[in-house]
């Protein structure tokens, strides 16, 4: 079967790519942050790997690295998560009612 090259590949510069050497190797990094700083790394160093390459060196799957190669390569670099759709949830301690923790 014939390999096949992926579409599309993002590009990181040299700062991009030290924050994830960072990120990488952190205890205290979130894990999601950690993998798709290591995926960077992976892809960085082969551009062209496929998507089933990429995830076993990364240790991710094929469809999480099909996903943040193209957003990497439509959107720019980035660890962080795309803003969610919908209303955004709203708390204020001012609004609780005021009987709450009193033992009442």
Wanted: charged share 25%; hydrophobic share 35%.
């Amino acid at each position: 079967m014939p390999r096949l090259v992926p579409t599309t590949v993002p590009e990181f510069t040299e700062e991009e790519l030290e924050l994830a050497r960072q990120v990488a190797t952190q205890t205290s990094a979130p894990h999601r942050n950690v993998l798709r700083a290591k995926l960077t790394l992976v892809l960085a160093a082969e551009p062209l790997l496929s998507h089933r390459g990429a995830g076993q060196k990364a240790g991710v799957s094929f469809h999480t690295v099909r996903k943040w190669r193209r957003r990497w390569a439509r959107e720019g670099w980035s660890l962080e998560d795309a803003p969610r759709s919908g209303r955004p949830p709203v708390f204020s301690p001012s609004a609780r009612d005021p009987g709450e923790g009193t033992g009442l």
